[in-house]
Every structure is written in C-alpha cells, then in structure tokens.
C-alpha cells in the first residue's frame, strides 16, 4: 500500500488504540511465532494481500494467512484493484482465492488509481465491484486509500462504508468530506520482529 502525505490536520492521541499490520510478499519471508508487537504496542490484526487485478494471486498469502492466525491474531485478506482490468474477472481472482469461512474481519479493497476510466465509469465499476464482494461475503468490505485519492476522487461518494487511510507521519487524515475513517495507516517504515523487511502500521 501507497504513500501520503498533507498539511491541514491534527495529531491525535494513540493511547488505547488497537494497532495492526498490512502484509504482502514484500515484506519477505515472516516468521508469525515473533510477530508481538510494534515498540511497545500490541499488534492484534493483520490484512494480507491476496490478490491483484484480474489474475494476480500473491505468492505468500496462503502461508501468511495461516501462520498468522495460527498465532492468534485477527486476520483479513486483501485485493488490490486495478482498473485496466474487469470487474467481473477481478472478483473472481478474489473470491476464488480467499476462503470466506476463515476471515476474522471485513474484507479490505485497496484503491489506489483511476486511470483508463471516465469518472463515471470508474464509480459505476467500483461500486459494482463492492456490491458483488459484500454479497458474496455477506457484510461491507472496508476501503484502502490514500488520503490524497480520497479526497480529490471518493470524498462524499462513499459514506456507508469504512475507510483505511494511509496518510504517513503524526497527522491524522484529513478527510474532505468530514467522514470518520475507521483505520489510520501511518507508517510505513514500521520494524517488527519476525518481519525481515519495513511494514506499514495501521491504528
């Protein structure tokens, strides 16, 4: 998942808060028996990338999904949308890699790009995207974006559904519609044990 950054917001107050981590084959090979905490958090979920467009299926998600529940923390799974590919065959990839019987949380949809469709396409496609990965798996999936996209392309479009905001430093995002975001990835350069490589810290 994706960089952000802005100016006019607020720092908040962390304390209290349950903390969590997004993973993909970017972080390398993830020993699950060490991965406690972040500092001196409590790390008590995960989403794991699933897959990507049309036909993509990250090679460690089956491995991490296991290994990550095996060790007792909530797990969801995620698929990263691309809009050079179908709706239709993007669910498809989806659905037949992540077993719905076995997710803790929501399903996450990453949306990062709105290239090679009008405004009105794009919104239309998403949107029956989301409604076919909600009755398929029976509940709202949440949204994964950066504070920047949302702002200028899904601000007061999208109000029933909670939203992941990457937006990095001590800033919280800065919504410009006044919508509550649910989940705040606010760094990416987090270091965990058990985690050869930097991962993103969600709040």
């Not at 239309?124 to 949204?143: A, C, R, S, Y």
Request: contains cysteine.
């Amino acid at each position: 998942m994706c960089d952000e950054t802005e100016n006019k917001s607020k720092s908040i107050d962390l304390v209290g808060r349950i903390y969590g981590i997004d993973v993909s084959h970017h972080q390398g090979k993830i020993d699950w028996t060490k991965v406690k905490k972040w500092k001196n958090k409590n790390i008590s979920f995960v989403y794991i990338k699933a897959t990507e467009g049309a036909t993509y299926i990250d090679k460690t998600y089956k491995i991490n999904f296991k290994e990550a529940r095996e060790n007792g923390l909530l797990v969801g799974s995620y698929h990263y949308f691309r809009t050079s590919s179908s709706v239709e065959n993007q669910f498809e990839n989806f659905i037949n890699t992540v077993d719905k019987s076995k997710q803790d949380i929501i399903p996450l949809i990453d949306v990062e790009e709105k290239r090679n469709w009008s405004n009105k396409e794009f919104h239309k496609n998403f949107k029956n995207f989301l409604t076919m990965v909600e009755d398929h798996f029976g509940k709202k999936p949440m949204i994964y974006t950066v504070n920047s996209f949302y702002n200028v392309h899904l601000s007061g479009k999208y109000k029933s559904y909670h939203f992941l905001i990457g937006r990095y430093g001590e800033n919280a995002p800065n919504m410009r519609d006044k919508t509550d975001w649910t989940i705040w990835q606010f760094s990416e350069t987090g270091e965990v044990n058990g985690i050869p490589k930097y991962v993103d810290i969600d709040v």
